[in-house]
């Protein structure tokens, strides 16, 4: 017992020698916490040199866009409206009350086929007393026939005797004279008969006119007049309804006088509908008028083609959005238009060591940003030459010369000088920090 009183009575050797040394377990945190803060300030310092000090990188400023491959048109746009090529607005031609519509709109009809009809008893009544005149006028002819007939015989009478010296020369006068008045009266009721028979062609026309027939074969697409109506047609002939062949249709398109002149007859043209499902009809330019429209003080020309409808999916009134194909391209290499980098500008150092790009400095501290390139205006006179920017295999820019063909406002068709898959340099990179050379000429602040 005293032995175990006298072991527990002597200090530890390590506790006695530093009693406010750490434990194993301690010191192995202390030393895990110091590796990590120097990794932290390893990272800090490396993204803090690479940040205001490392070399800029020059492809980093900029977007690139690979070269593909696909279909190009140059067109020119606009929007018309949907018409029958081939229609006719029936009409009276005779005044009266409408008395059957014997179709509906969107009936079908054939040339010759009957289509309305007119009251005809104001007409039938005219062509009955005509009638009736060219006869009294025909009995009346018989009568002056006899006479002149008769005349005939006495004046042939008169002659006889006037050779045997048996009658005057007065009795042989009169005789003249009343046959040649018998002839003229036979003369004058000949043309009141003709003239009468005229009337009566007149008259039996409009009562033909009171039964309208379509003059061609399609479809009645509109009706203006009502049943029953009174049609007067002393002044203008008033329009029915309108019998159109829906097989083709003619689109009308009104274009600006700005692209006018870029279109030419025979060029292709293609348009879709609104609930189309984006299908295209196709047709070629057949006409340009040469009057004008102008609408708001903007002068509009219409230009027409036609389209096949065989199956009159087309209607009349349809709007239609129209292209006009002025160049076009197929299979072919395409680059953006922003890619041509005549305004695309080239970064250099300035004499602060910072960065500028189009010769601009970020004078002031501020930054320096590349500016949007400016792409050519479009169009197809033939082949062009451009420079583009061609991002290399080691990271650096190579300006390039290329030949461009059919071009639009969004993409341009590469002739020669580029190849599929090449990036070029199509805009400005999109940044939120400032450049590395900036940042050296203006330290942030704390």
Known sequence: MRDTLSREATPSPVTDMNPSAPSPKRRWRRAAIALLSLALLGAGGYFAWSKYFAKPDEASAYQFTSVSRGDIEDVVTATGTLQPRDYVDVGAQVSGQLKKIHVEVGSEVKAGELLAEIDPVVLQSRVDATRAQLRNLRAQLMQRESDRRLADLQLRRQRNLMAEDATTADALQTAEATQLGAQAQVEALKAQIDQTESNLRADEANLNYARIYAPITGTVVSITARQGQTLIASQQAPVILRVADLSTMTVQTQVSEADVSRLTLGMDAYFTTLGGEGRRWQGTLRKIEPTPVVQNNVVLYNALFDVSNPEQALMTQMTAQVFFVVAAARDALL????????????????????????????????????????????????????????????????????????????????????????????????????????????????
């Open 335 to 446: 680059v953006p238009m922003s890619a041509f980098s005549a305004a695309v500008p080239r970064v250099t150092r300035t004499a602060a060591g910072g960065s500028a790009a189009g010769g601009g400095s970020a004078a002031g501290g501020g930054e320096a940003r590349p500016s949007r390139p400016r792409p050519p205006t479009s169009g197809t006179a033939g082949p062009r030459q451009r420079t583009v920017r061609v991002a290399a295999a080691d990271g650096t820019l190579q300006e390039r010369r290329v030949e461009v063909g059919v071009s639009n406002r969004v993409q341009a068709q590469v002739l020669s000088g580029l190849e599929e898959g090449d990036r070029v340099v199509s805009g400005a990179a999109l940044r939120t920090d400032t450049p590395a050379a900036a940042r050296r000429a203006q330290p942030p602040r704390l």
